[in-house]
């Protein structure tokens, strides 16, 4: 069994010791021996990569009607949905060639270690040091290797966070499931693969988006977590439903030195793009104390 195939099977969500070794040896660029080029699918770019991830791996059961997890499943490719930093988007149709069974996915792929990674990222690790001091001191020298090391962290806990929310029911995209530093995600848009706009794109019904959005930081809040980067850059706008993304900096707001500050600068950046776009009831000062209050952090 390769070794590739071993590291998946162990579906653990952290970083340890017996990592070390397949991350600094696996090229960035896997050869056809393990990418499995050597036996492709008959249509399509691959095949579903739906067996590589073990239970851990995939998202809350029971897993939705529209997803398809067939083993004859193959992945077709339809370009880049975003681009950033850190992370590139891209669509992806999963579906079972001569048949109907098909559903639309956003693939999250982290960046390889060439290029600059997660340009805000030193307060967001606070608390994310391995057991292994190798593994930290790599990452304290954003080595190649350290750069890896903080891609996989950064998948995974924006995985992580993606299943506790869904759970919670805070409206965040359903995560099918995490292979390496790709993450795949429910695709939120039209089903002939248009994306839905994100909020700053949006005019009409802020009202209620804009109480969609308060009772979900609420739901955070009362978890003691802060998305902590939210914007209207990185909230969705499906059919009037708020959808929120990009959680990989998710925040413990107890735990972390400064966590009320990451609630307060949430609450500051939403409700300050509200009340420019003339919605009454979007106060900062009123919404980080709501947070705080939700969060235990005020006596």
């Known amino acids: 069994m390769p070794k590739h195939s071993q590291h998946r099977r162990r579906g653990k969500h952290a970083l340890d010791a017996d990592d070390l070794e397949w991350l600094e040896n696996t090229p960035e660029t896997a ?5 499995g080029a050597y036996d492709g699918p008959p249509e399509g770019d ?8 073990t239970p851990t ?22 370009g880049i949905l975003k681009t950033g930093k850190e992370a590139d ?43 292994d001091d190798r593994m930290n001191r790599a990452m304290a020298g954003r080595t190649a290797f350290g750069k890896q090391v903080i891609a996989a962290q950064w998948a995974v806990a924006e995985f992580s966070a993606l299943c506790r929310l869904w759970e919670l029911g805070v409206p965040v995209p359903y995560p099918v499931q995490i292979v390496g530093t790709e ?7 039209t089903a002939g693969g248009y994306a839905a706009p994100r909020l700053a794109q949006v005019s009409e019904g802020l009202g209620d988006l804009w109480e969609q959005l308060v009772a979900a930081m609420v739901t955070l809040a009362r978890e003691g977590l802060a998305h902590g980067d ?24 107890i735990a972390h030195p400064v966590g009320p500050a990451f609630l307060d600068r ?18 900062a000062d009123a919404l980080a104390a709501l947070l705080r209050k939700e969060a235990g952090l005020l006596s």
Do not use: M
């Open 89 to 131: 988007v891209h669509l992806i149709a999963r579906g079972v060639p001569g048949t109907d069974r098909v559903c639309l996915l956003a693939a999250k792929r982290y960046r390889s270690s060439e290029h600059r990674l997660f340009h805000r990222d030193a307060g967001y690790l606070e608390g994310r040091r391995t057991r």
């Open 266 to 283: 949430d609450a500051r950046n939403v409700a300050t793009w509200f009340a420019a776009k003339g919605v009454a009831a979007a106060d």
């Open 183 to 189: 993450i795949l995600q429910e695709f939120v848009g």
């Open 31 to 35: 050869p056809d021996s393990l990418s």
């Open 230 to 253: 939210l914007s209207a850059y990185n909230l969705l706008v499906h059919d009037g439903r708020l959808v929120v993304i990009d959680l990989p900096q998710i925040v413990d707001v």
């Open 57 to 78: 791996e995939k998202g809350p059961r029971p897993y939705p009607d529209w997803l398809v997890t067939e083993l004859a499943a193959v992945d077709t490719e339809h």
């Open 46 to 53: 691959r095949w579903s990569t739906w067996d590589q991830s």
